[in-house]
């Protein structure tokens, strides 16, 4: 197994609380880890970009807050680690040499950041601006419209 560590600082009163960005690996994955604490169950990851059965690809998220609040996270230094475990050569159609254990490979970009890559961004409003009212609404208008129809027409007679 390894282990591709890098470190980041975290302070609760920054305005940047995500970690996100991507990282593409060659291995077999394990998991990602915060101070040595599996965070998969406050990680935001997408699915694999690649159609390679070698290679993988992904865009990656976590909320600082979230892991502060769970105690995972210190003020100050941190450390994220992505483990892999190596595949053989043979899956790979490559060849077995002695002292040879396995490909493995990792590359990243993550960065702290304001946002959430992944906030879904509303759809834009209709042509002509505005929300289209309710069926009902239309309704009881339509009815509003012809019963002042009808009672000026009672009140010409």
């Known amino acids: 197994m390894y282990a591709f560590v890098t470190g980041f600082n975290y302070n609760p009163s920054e305005v940047y609380q995500y970690l996100n960005g991507w990282f593409s690996e060659i291995g077999d994955f394990i998991g990602i880890f915060v101070n040595g ?11 694999d970009f690649l159609s390679s059965n070698l290679m993988s690809s992904y ?8 892991l502060a609040n769970a105690g995972i996270l210190k003020n100050g230094n941190n450390n994220i680690a992505f483990v892999l475990d190596t595949i053989l050569p043979e899956y790979s ?14 590359t ?9 890559i992944f906030v879904v961004i509303p759809p834009p409003p209709p042509p002509g601006g505005g929300d289209t ?13 012809a019963g002042l129809g ?7 007679k």
């Open 59 to 66: 865009d990656i998220e976590l909320n600082l807050s979230e």
């Open 93 to 106: 159609g490559g060849t077995y040499y002695d002292g040879n254990d396995g490909l493995v490979a990792f």
């Open 133 to 145: 009212p309710e069926p009902a609404t239309l309704l009881i208008f339509g009815i509003g419209l």
């Open 108 to 116: 990243a970009g993550l960065q702290k950041n304001t946002d959430s």
């Open 150 to 156: 009808i009672r000026r027409k009672l009140m010409s």
């Open 37 to 47: 604490i599996d965070v998969s169950s406050y990680l935001t990851l997408s699915q």
